[in-house]
């Protein structure tokens, strides 16, 4: 992103020196930042900025406060829309946009957008509520990140994400829990939210939104992070499955299960990048393990409706 562009949002965001604990049921009056119309949730950055009048103020709002919530008065929806008048950043931001993340703005040289916030603990699942919509071909999410920073280098200590489609919206705000598993035993110093009603992103990290579809909206609320006490604290166990060889060499994986509940399998990196996705049939899938690095994966095993039934971990050598 072009220097201008961060000294933009510098303006846009009143000069925030560092990141802010967010909002999390979104019922604190939503702030007005300096010279300009937008207005974002406490600690949060959106894509209402594309609104501020040192942009271009004919540009829509797509994130604002809804009455539709599980916590209080107020949930934190997005839309996806279209800027057809991006005025001066035209070649530095996205036509389409509805994206929101927990972070502010760090003073520096360069001055640069800051993801995440402070955050020391271990947390063992995410619980929120959530209503989406996304259009056909679209995909909205949320994501959750917990991270250590070393010498300006970031390592992930693990990663959640949540993406819904046309055929998985959620017309009423639900209420979902969401296991987070880490990849190593570090203790974090930061931690990040990123909600989008259209969850996608291209590979070159060029531009914030690719293949985004106009109409798609999600609402979130009462973000919660949740610690667990036990040994098996990460894990889902609502039914019992199989999974062999783990640790594994061979090309493929076998997971196996009598509950005829189980219907996908979801394989993601330790970044929490879906990488697999298929069916169970007959109580049985197959995992194709052949192109996988050596390393550790996850699995997530959901029912027809897209509830998780049972997650772990795959060791791939």
Sequence with gaps: ??????????????????????ELNFDVLWNNSLASSTV????????????????NS?????????????????SMRIETKVYPT?????????DTAGFAFA??????????????FAYTQRPTHL??????????????????????????????????????TSASALPTMVTHTLPIEHANTLTPDSAGFYVASSFKFPTNGLIIRKGAKIGSYIAVDGLTLGVNIGINETAINLI???VFPNPSNQTFITMQT???????????????REIANGVFEGGKAIVKTQNYNSGIYFYKVTNAQGQYLKTGKLIIN
């Design 58 to 74: 004919l540009n829509p709002v797509s994130v604002f406060p809804s009455t539709v919530s599980c916590t209080g008065n107020t």
């Design 86 to 94: 991006r005025g001066l950043l035209a070649t530095n931001v996205p």
């Design 1 to 22: 992103m072009k220097k201008s562009l961060l000294l933009m949002f510098l303006i846009l965001f009143g000069f925030k020196s560092k990141a802010q604990l967010p």
């Design 127 to 164: 619980v929120y509520c959530v209503q989406t919509q996304p259009a056909l071909g679209d995909t909205s999410g949320i994501m959750f990140r917990l991270w250590k920073t070393t010498n300006g280098i970031r390592t992930y200590i693990s990663t959640v994400t949540e993406t819904f």
């Design 240 to 242: 019992d499955l199989n």
């Design 103 to 116: 972070g502010s703005i760090v003073i520096g040289n360069p001055t640069p957008l800051k993801d995440g």
């Design 258 to 272: 009598e509950n005829t509940e189980a219907a996908r399998y979801h394989i993601s990196d330790v970044s929490g």
């Design 40 to 55: 974002a949730p406490s600690g949060w950055i959106t894509t209402n900025l594309l609104t501020s009048v040192l942009i």
